[in-house]
């Protein structure tokens, strides 16, 4: 990919229950982004978390930050069916992953 | 307008021929980015304008892509001769600041080579 590595690629989970996917990525960041793409449709803004930031919330979305390890991660809590869509995270030089797509059976 | 606007929302062009993808961007905002979706993967960038300014277009995948934006508003992304791989969807984000702030995307154009 352009920047780095979502993982899983691929995860279902149950309404209510928690989901969590990662993000890798490769040059130094001033901050990372979040994203949410519903089905055929395009991107939407999540959450933005700059570097000297260690932790963000937004509502049910939480994201962190290690620079040491180039790596992101964003956890939804009590998922709804309605966060069914594919999530994918971007550097500051707006280069995206392949993102993890997101199940959430009713 | 109150989002970011792509027209055509579809397009099928015969193998070889031109096409014109255009990107209304929310009023006001400074940057501009063009990226390639392929099915299930996530979008590749294109090339990136701050105003008028073509910043970085390392991401055009051959000189067939064109891209402008001549008045720092409307954008649009030409590929000349289209083969069967350029099918994807194309879309276009913008921002009010210059590459610290979230981007709002358009829906993107989806355009069939045949």
């Known amino acids: 990919s352009q920047q780095g590595e979502e993982d899983p690629q691929a995860l279902s989970i149950q309404e209510g229950e928690n989901a969590t996917m990662n993000c890798s990525y490769k040059t130094s960041i001033n901050n990372l982004q979040w994203y949410r793409q519903n089905s055929g449709r395009g991107l939407v803004h999540l959450i933005l978390i700059r570097s000297n930031e260690r932790e963000k919330h937004s509502g049910r979305l939480r994201v962190t930050l290690d620079t040491s390890k180039k790596s992101s991660s964003l956890l939804i809590t009590a998922s709804r069916a309605a966060d069914t869509a594919s999530y994918f995270c971007?550097?500051?030089?707006?280069?995206f992953g392949a993102g993890t797509r997101l199940t959430v059976k009713p | 307008g109150a989002g970011v606007s792509q027209s055509p929302r579809y397009k099928v062009a015969k193998r070889g021929q031109d096409v014109a993808l255009r990107c209304d961007p929310i009023s006001g905002h400074v940057s501009l980015f063009w990226y390639q979706q392929a099915l299930g993967q996530g979008p590749e960038f294109l090339t990136y304008f701050q105003n008028e300014a073509q910043l970085d277009k390392s991401g055009l995948p051959s000189d067939r892509f064109f891209a402008e934006r001549p008045e720092g508003s409307v954008s649009t992304l030409k590929i000349q001769r289209t083969q069967q791989e350029d099918s994807a969807v194309y879309l276009c984000a913008s921002s009010y600041k210059v590459l610290d702030y979230g981007y709002t995307f358009g829906s993107g154009t989806r355009l069939t080579v045949v």
């Open positions: 971007a550097n500051g030089d707006m280069r």
